[in-house]
């Protein structure tokens, strides 16, 4: 069974920082990008940073320089460091990541990570 399991998240003051990790198990070929999501409550899910296969990044303009997306291809394991987090900030946090399986090419998702941020 493939599944991306995610650890980190918690309760931090503003200004704070925390880093999620989220590791994917299972029979796995490859993995291609992998993605952090995050969900406010009453928001929609929004894309917070992506990292490709080779390691070239994208955030959110509103994360740019405080968060840093990287990857240990070793591991199979994304890690989002968030630094200097603001109390807006609060929601859950998701990783998902494109992988191959058997043959097939299938976006997986985490069971998500809360992060609160108290003012």
């Known amino acids: 069974q493939v599944q991306l399991v995610e650890s980190g998240g918690g309760l931090v003051q503003a200004g704070g920082s925390l880093r999620l990790s989220c590791a994917a198990s299972?029979?796995?070929?490859?993995?291609?990008?992998m993605d952090w999501y995050r969900q406010a409550p009453g928001k929609q899910r929004e894309l917070v940073a992506h990292?490709?296969?080779?390691?070239?990044?994208n955030y959110l303009n509103s994360v740019k320089g405080r968060f840093t997306i990287s990857r240990d291809n070793a591991k199979n394991t994304v890690y989002l460091q968030m630094n200097s987090l603001k109390p807006e900030e609060t929601a859950v946090y998701y990783c998902?990541?494109?992988?191959?399986?058997?043959?097939?090419?299938?976006?997986?998702w985490g069971q998500g990570a809360p992060v609160t941020v108290s003012s």
């Open positions: 998902g990541a494109e992988m191959v399986v058997g043959g097939k090419k299938t976006m997986y």
């Open positions: 299972g029979r796995i070929s490859s993995i291609n990008a």
């Open positions: 990292i490709t296969s080779g390691g070239s990044t």
